[in-house]
């Protein structure tokens, strides 16, 4: 697997966060501008949120972090702009957790492949193509249309092996 394919490693020592964070934030504001989109106050708010560590977050524990600055938000508020990150390919849901991750390239569509660790909580994206393209041909030969892909690897990260 070619270092390309990896969208999101998994955050060592050496990871300069803040960085990431504001890469995420320009990736976000310019997928939005390409789609015709605004990335509101609170979508932007939400955005943050996911992107806070590389663990994937839940809905109420991001309506639990807004109520700190925002007290009368409510969850319909966090599903529509998780909805609308979604939509833009801001952010992937990792169904096995019902949470939500940062995309680490919104600049193309992609199928993401996500490894979880068990320990820390942490998630790696990666996008293989060639996994992608041997999936949907292997359910092609068995009669399935696939309507969505998500590959989820448990193991254990770097930090906790």
Not at 67 to 96: C, K, M, W
């Amino acid at each position: 697997m070619s270092v390309e394919s990896v969208l999101i490693p998994f955050k060592n020592q050496q990871h300069n966060h803040e960085s990431c964070i504001k890469s995420a934030l320009a990736d976000a504001e310019a997928a939005c501008s390409k789609a015709g989109m605004r990335l509101t106050k609170i979508r932007r708010q939400v955005f943050e949120l996911v992107w806070s560590s590389h663990a994937p977050v839940k809905a109420y524990d991001i309506l639990a972090q807004l109520h700190q600055e925002n007290p009368r938000a409510a969850p319909p508020t966090v599903y529509r702009a998780l909805d609308f990150l979604l939509s833009v390919g801001l952010v992937h849901r990792i169904e096995s957790l019902n949470a939500y991750i940062g995309c680490g390239d919104p600049s193309q569509p992609h199928i993401g492949q996500f490894l979880i660790c068990e320990a820390c909580g942490a998630v790696a994206e990666m996008n293989a193509q060639k996994i992608t393209r041997l999936l949907r041909k292997q359910a092609e030969q068995l009669g399935f249309k696939t309507v969505n892909q998500l590959v989820e690897i448990r193991g254990l990260c770097p930090q906790c092996t």
